[in-house]
């Protein structure tokens, strides 16, 4: 079944340290994103990539870095400039080439991430 | 800067009752989704409104854009428990390139935070 997955699910980060969430997409979507997710609140969006070695900046990208080798994946990032990382991750994808596309953004399960 | 505002926040309702969520924006913009969060999941896709005037339905849920009036409604008719989750609407106004205009970069309203009582 075609999809996208996060992994991991939860995750821990020391003070200082950088950690990496995966998403992987096997829907070949052209576009995928990040959005981080605190409750009660709605989703913001970090980083965006519409083709291989090529992303954008979303709203809130200070402390996070991504990059983007392979169509299907499109890790994320959480750098120790990033004070307060405490969240819920989701990754999604969506086709891009078709600019008229009316196919809504697909989302992965998401990764929760909490500081040590 | 788009601005996409939700209200109620929070919304208690009982089995049987009917109820709509609204979703005011800020910028012109003729794409609109709505999505389901259940607790601690990911987010599912409901409807996709794509012009002025669009209206969709699936089951209970009925969702129609008015872009005019940058304001989109979630009509939720003889509520079940079922129903009971968190709603966004996300809108998409575009960015504009050399190539013309992409899609695809969203920004999400606060969301719904839907019970349902028996």
């Known amino acids: 079944d075609g999809g996208i997955t996060q992994s991991p699910k939860y995750l821990f980060r020391k003070e200082g340290q950088n950690v990496t969430l995966s998403c992987e997409q096997n829907?070949?979507?052209?576009?995928m994103y990040w959005y981080r997710q605190d409750p009660g609140q709605g989703l913001r969006l970090i980083y965006y990539s519409q083709i291989v070695n090529d992303f954008q900046k979303g709203d809130i990208a200070e402390g996070y870095s991504v990059s983007r080798e392979k169509k299907e994946s499109f890790p994320l990032t959480v750098t120790s400039a990033q004070k307060n990382p405490t969240a819920f991750y989701l990754c999604a994808s969506r086709p891009f080439l078709d600019r008229n596309s009316n196919q809504p953004q697909h989302f992965g399960d998401g990764t929760r991430l909490s500081i040590l | 800067e788009l601005k996409v505002e939700q209200n109620p926040l929070f919304l208690s309702m009982q089995e049987g009752k009917n109820y709509t969520i609204y979703c005011n924006y800020s910028t012109t913009s003729d794409r609109l989704y709505w999505y389901r969060q259940d607790p601690g999941k990911s987010l599912e896709s409901l409807f996709v409104l794509l012009s002025n005037g669009a209206v969709k339905q699936e089951g209970r849920l009925m969702a129609s854009l008015d872009t005019k009036a940058r304001l989109s409604t979630l009509h939720i008719t003889a509520a079940v428990h079922d129903l009971s989750a968190t709603y966004f609407c996300?809108?998409?106004?575009?960015?504009?390139?050399?190539?013309?205009?992409?899609?695809?970069?969203?920004?999400f309203g606060q969301g719904t935070i839907l019970t349902v009582h028996p």
């Open positions: 829907l070949n979507h052209d576009a």
């Open positions: 996300a809108v998409d106004i575009g960015s504009v390139f050399a190539g013309g205009t992409s899609y695809g970069k969203l920004t």
